[in-house]
């Protein structure tokens, strides 16, 4: 999808720079030393992202072979209130605006205990990874939930070259190992952001009595028969961005098709980030990896005794410049999930522009009877 997104190749142009340019003031500055000093300061801004990042990881119990977080425990915090303090959807937007601190929006008046399930499994979408939740999955552990983000196949700290991925089974593995190994009795609410939607889905067809609900982020949500390919032609005309975006890798030859593509580093900001903080623009800069172009071109097989039980639910995020409203909408119309909710002032990435109103919101559909 639009987030469909890789280890992007340099580009003298660079999608952010410094608010603060040390040499701004030097009377006379070469092009050539110009440019080295931007590369410094979008290097420093990386790797104090990924510090960011790194310092969280350090806080919890993290399996690096398969990327599933689990909690330390729930914060003893508490301030009396019964309800979620207001989402940051509902404040002035600001693109520098700090994360909350997860205590803040603890929600007092939920036991997850007492929840049909009270364990989120997360799945990136496609060239990001399970590094991409990060908040989500502060936000969530503080507030008591189990949470497991999933590196698929060739994605994140998965060590696979997206050129050989040959198929959506092949892709999605490591989310069904992780259900198939789930206990039996015991669900969890599957989340899947863009291209996750198709796996999500696949998923459902296969383990429909181990999943509660499903949560569908600017997501593809492919009807029976449908490729996530058929669902993007379907934008096609209405979003320029796209195939200016689209670096197609041929690692089989030119004369063959396609076996990954990445999106042009200059655009990934107007594209994906649109709306999100400059660290995490970086953090994703310095992460993202290829996506095999296979899974996408694969028709799901999708049947109501199976995938039609999963009780399903739709995000959408409204300053999506990957996956417009418009097409989000189509993709509801044409399969009807029980509830849509939106997030104003989301770009196509939600747990960075909007970590606090999707927590919010990922709450409240555990707690849906």
Same mark, same amino acid.
């Given at each position: 999808m639009g987030?469909?997104?890789?280890?992007? *190749?340099?580009?003298?142009?660079?999608?952010?720079t @410094?608010?603060?340019q040390?040499?701004s003031?030097?009377?006379? =500055? #070469?092009?050539?030393?110009?440019?080295?000093?931007d590369?410094?300061v979008?290097?420093?801004?990386?790797?104090?992202a990924?510090?960011?990042y790194?310092?969280?990881?350090q806080?919890?119990?993290?399996?690096?072979s398969?990327s599933?977080?689990?909690?330390?425990?729930?914060?003893?915090r508490?301030?009396?209130?019964?309800?979620?303090p207001?989402?940051?959807?509902?404040?002035?937007?600001s693109l520098t605006d700090?994360?909350?601190?997860p205590?803040?929006?603890i929600?007092?008046?939920?036991?997850?205990?007492d929840l049909?399930t009270?364990?989120?499994?997360l799945?990136?979408?496609g060239?990001f990874g399970a590094?991409?939740?990060?908040k989500?999955?502060a936000?969530?552990?503080e507030s008591?939930? *189990?949470v497991?983000?999933?590196?698929l196949?060739? @994605?994140?700290?998965?060590?696979?070259?997206?050129?050989?991925i =040959? #198929?959506l089974?092949?892709?999605?593995?490591p989310?069904?190992?992780?259900l198939?190994k789930?206990p039996e009795?015991?669900?969890v609410?599957?989340?899947?952001?863009d291209?996750g939607?198709?796996?999500?889905s696949?998923?459902m067809?296969l383990?429909?009595?181990k999943?509660s609900?499903?949560?569908?982020?600017?997501a593809a949500?492919?009807?029976?028969?449908?490729?996530?390919?058929?669902?993007?032609?379907?934008q096609?005309?209405s979003?320029?961005?796209m195939?200016?975006?689209?670096?197609?890798?041929y690692?089989?030859?030119?004369d063959?098709?396609p076996?990954?593509?990445?999106?042009?580093?200059?655009?990934?900001r107007?594209?994906?980030?649109?709306?999100s903080?400059?660290?995490?623009?970086?953090?994703a800069s310095?992460?993202?990896?290829?996506?095999?172009?296979?899974?996408?071109l694969?028709k799901?097989?999708?049947?109501d005794?199976?995938?039609?039980?999963v009780?399903?639910?739709?995000?959408k995020?409204?300053?999506?410049n990957?996956?417009?409203t418009?097409?989000?909408?189509n993709?509801?119309?044409a399969?009807?999930p029980?509830?849509?909710?939106?997030?104003k002032?989301?770009?196509?990435?939600?747990?960075f522009?909007?970590?606090?109103?999707?927590?919010?919101l990922l709450?409240?559909?555990?707690?849906i009877l």
């Amino acid at each position: 999808m639009g987030n469909l997104c890789a280890l992007l *190749k340099p580009k003298q142009q660079q999608p952010f720079t @410094s608010k603060k340019q040390r040499y701004s003031n030097a009377p006379s =500055t #070469s092009r050539r030393e110009k440019k080295k000093l931007d590369d410094a300061v979008i290097r420093e801004q990386a790797i104090a992202a990924a510090l960011l990042y790194k310092q969280h990881q350090q806080n919890q119990q993290f399996d690096r072979s398969s990327s599933l977080r689990y909690p330390n425990g729930v914060s003893k915090r508490n301030n009396g209130s019964n309800s979620l303090p207001r989402s940051s959807s509902s404040r002035a937007r600001s693109l520098t605006d700090p994360l909350l601190q997860p205590h803040q929006l603890i929600n007092q008046g939920i036991k997850v205990d007492d929840l049909e399930t009270n364990h989120f499994v997360l799945v990136h979408g496609g060239g990001f990874g399970a590094w991409c939740w990060y908040k989500t999955i502060a936000l969530l552990e503080e507030s008591g939930y *189990k949470v497991s983000a999933i590196d698929l196949t060739g @994605s994140g700290v998965h060590s696979f070259d997206t050129n050989n991925i =040959t #198929s959506l089974s092949q892709y999605v593995t490591p989310l069904t190992d992780f259900l198939e190994k789930f206990p039996e009795g015991k669900k969890v609410i599957l989340v899947g952001h863009d291209f996750g939607g198709a796996c999500i889905s696949y998923a459902m067809e296969l383990f429909p009595l181990k999943i509660s609900k499903a949560v569908f982020i600017a997501a593809a949500m492919p009807t029976n028969g449908q490729s996530t390919l058929d669902i993007i032609s379907q934008q096609a005309s209405s979003n320029d961005l796209m195939p200016k975006a689209q670096n197609f890798l041929y690692a089989n030859g030119n004369d063959r098709p396609p076996t990954a593509f990445d999106l042009d580093k200059s655009l990934l900001r107007d594209l994906l980030f649109n709306q999100s903080p400059t660290k995490d623009v970086a953090l994703a800069s310095v992460s993202m990896r290829s996506v095999p172009f296979a899974p996408v071109l694969e028709k799901l097989s999708l049947s109501d005794p199976k995938y039609g039980t999963v009780r399903r639910f739709y995000i959408k995020t409204l300053e999506d410049n990957a996956i417009p409203t418009t097409l989000q909408e189509n993709m509801i119309n044409a399969s009807p999930p029980e509830k849509v909710f939106q997030l104003k002032g989301a770009d196509h990435s939600p747990f960075f522009s909007k970590p606090q109103a999707l927590h919010k919101l990922l709450v409240e559909i555990s707690t849906i009877l």
